[in-house]
């Protein structure tokens, strides 16, 4: 019982994780049709940015500040450098920001060194505590309640506010906002960097949860959060959030049952889904 | 019909010149740096095939590359090395990498270009974790070595036989971007519904696309295992694939010559560059220049090197055409 809780517990932590990053991915992807595959160095650079602010200052909030700082200012040099040229280019789009994905990994090892560095969780959330026989660990606990959070706030500006109206009627049909005479471009800057702030707190929370970083995680969880994205439904919040929690409770009950297949599970989920649902769970537009 | 002949004239001079280079070369890593590029240069114009004339992206080209480099390890050291098990690890890989690129394809190619991409990344992360778990087969990620043929033991032999790899797969790609077959998949690349509605099955021909790309994947995978005596899993990652890509994409996309040029530069480069890393430390980050190169040339020369090299000729005839009438 108390594994089939722990495991719970572990795949909702990393669910979370996903999903910070996959919902700012999502969003771009909904609203502008854009495929940011850079996505993924953004959680990476939260990750060293953030650790390096949290060691330097001993501050873990100031930490998360740094990180989110950093992942908002690479936003804005992406969109505005990058992305900007190759609007309505999905081809050019998906090999553009790949290599900025290259390059900025590597600057990551350039500047921070290329081994891996160990992050510890901040004094207060470092132990765990005995409810009844099960170990609950303090840091996963906190780092749901972190998402659970930035959902709610995500929803709440997405379903209660005009920007969140304009957003979502953007996802939907984004000639009838322009037509309305809505400069959706400033709206789609404002998603950009409100993701990518998303991504690179992802990456700062992450460092700790796994306990070291390496530059590889901008790969490989950029690759995972395409694969959520895609399971969700492009464009749908809901959608990834569902998506981004099942795959972390499949990583983490796969790992602890069947472990030789747990690296395959992700992509053998995604490659059924599209099989039989091309738009992903929640999905309308697309395909 | 005459910048046909002058190109063809060139290419036999390149290839002679090529032909002769082991001779006035002593040293034995500019041989092998040598074959590989030839190598690569194939498997980037086996990319090519997909990217620069039918416009779609792959992913997964790195599980082509890995299936021919596994068989070919696998037939010499499980049976013997032999011309024989070379020829079997060529046909094996031929017929595996046709029905998987097929299968993929007829199952796959009909998602739009990025669920497209998604899923080719998801095949090659299926082959990649078959590949370390299937132990007793492929010895995971230690990989392992093997023996090769005596005769290509030799490595101008070698040499030379990827040299007319090289050549044979040229003549053989370019017969097949200019057949009829290859006309329709350039004309999906230009617009897919207007071919769609000139009556092509558009989704057959795609599928010809990626079965040509992925079993010439494959043969450069087979080039590619002879040259190391060497497999391992890092045949199937996605840094395989992403050397595909920026070769193709610097070289330049749909110019099949392109692929030669890019996987020239890239190896080339990284050879030298990864020398000097002595000198500062830099260099052994050798990728951030690259990268650098990259987006620039998606941002501004989306050509490539070898399409920018032909539009500037193009538009130079066009000039002396127009010049050349009388007014």
Not at chain 1, 223 to 238: H, P, Q
Request: glycine share 12%; charged share 10%.
């Amino acid at each position: 019982m108390d594994v089939l809780l722990n495991l719970t517990i572990n795949g909702l932590a990393t669910g979370c994780l996903i999903f910070l990053l996959a919902a700012g991915l999502s969003l771009i992807f909904g609203l502008m049709d854009v495929l940011n595959f850079a996505h993924g160095a953004i959680f990476a650079w939260g990750a060293y940015a953030g650790g390096w602010f949290y060691m330097e200052t001993g501050s873990f909030v100031l930490g998360i500040a740094g990180a989110v700082v950093v992942g908002v200012l690479l936003g804005l040099a992406l969109e505005r450098w990058i992305i900007k040229p190759v609007y309505g280019n999905h081809v050019s789009q998906i090999l553009i920001t790949l290599g900025v994905l290259l390059v900025l990994n590597e600057c990551i090892k350039v500047l921070f060194g290329p081994n891996q560095i160990s992050v510890e969780p901040p004094a207060l959330l470092r132990d765990s505590w005995m409810v009844g026989g099960v170990i609950l660990i303090k840091y996963r606990l906190f780092v749901i309640a972190a998402g659970v959070l930035v959902f709610m706030g995500l929803h709440y500006v997405l379903k209660h506010t005009r920007l969140g109206l304009i957003v979502r009627a953007g996802v939907m049909n984004r000639e009838m906002v322009e037509a309305l005479g809505i400069n959706i471009k400033r709206v789609f800057l404002f998603v950009f960097l409100l993701g990518s702030g998303m991504a690179a707190l992802g990456g700062m929370l992450f460092a700790p949860y796994s306990g070291v970083i390496h530059a590889e995680i901008g790969m490989d969880y950029g690759i995972l959060a395409f694969i959520v994205v895609v399971i969700g439904g492009m464009g749908s919040l809901g959608g990834s959030a569902l998506a981004a929690v099942l795959v972390g409770l499949l990583g983490a009950f796969m790992a602890y049952y069947v472990p030789s297949a747990a690296l395959a599970v992700n992509m053998l989920l995604m490659l059924v889904i599209l099989m039989f649902r091309p738009t992903g769970l929640a999905g309308g537009k697309g395909a | 019909m005459n910048r046909g002949k002058t190109s063809t004239r060139v290419l036999f001079g390149l290839a002679a010149l090529l032909a002769l280079l082991p001779l006035g070369i002593e040293s034995k890593s500019m041989l092998i740096l040598l074959t590989q590029i030839f190598l690569y240069a194939v498997f980037a114009m086996s990319y090519d095939i997909l990217l620069g004339y039918t416009g779609i992206i792959s992913f997964g080209h790195a599980m082509f590359f890995g299936i021919g480099a596994y068989t070919t390890g696998i037939w010499m050291s499980k049976w013997e090395a032999s011309l024989l098990s070379l020829w079997l690890a060529l046909v094996t890989s031929v017929i595996l990498t046709g029905l998987v690129s097929y299968v993929i394809g007829a199952l796959s190619l009909r998602l739009k270009s990025h669920y497209y991409a998604m899923l080719t990344l998801a095949f090659a992360g299926l082959f990649f974790v078959l590949a370390e778990k299937w132990r007793s087969l492929t010895k995971g990620n230690d990989g392992f070595t093997f023996p090769i043929p005596d005769v290509l033991r030799d490595r101008t032999a070698l040499y030379w036989l990827a040299l007319v790899f090289l050549l044979v797969s040229f003549w053989l790609l370019r017969r097949f971007t200019e057949s009829p077959v290859g006309k329709v998949l350039q004309a999906i690349r230009e617009n897919e519904q207007r071919t769609e509605s000139l009556g092509y099955d558009v989704l057959r021909y795609k599928i010809i696309a990626s079965i040509v790309a992925g079993v010439m994947a494959g043969m450069s995978g087979v080039m590619y295992a002879l040259t190391l005596r060497f497999v391992n899993t890092a045949v199937f990652s996605t840094n395989v694939t992403l050397d595909a890509l920026l070769m193709t994409i610097i070289g330049g996309v749909g110019t099949l010559y392109g692929g030669f040029i890019g996987a020239a530069l890239i190896l080339l480069a990284h050879t030298l560059l990864t020398d000097l890393a002595g000198v500062h430390w830099i260099f052994e980050r050798w990728m951030i220049f690259f990268g650098g190169v990259y987006i620039l040339a998606v941002m501004f020369f989306p050509q490539g090197i070898m399409g920018t090299i032909r539009q500037w000729r193009q538009k130079k005839k066009q000039a002396t055409k127009l010049a050349g009438q009388p007014e």
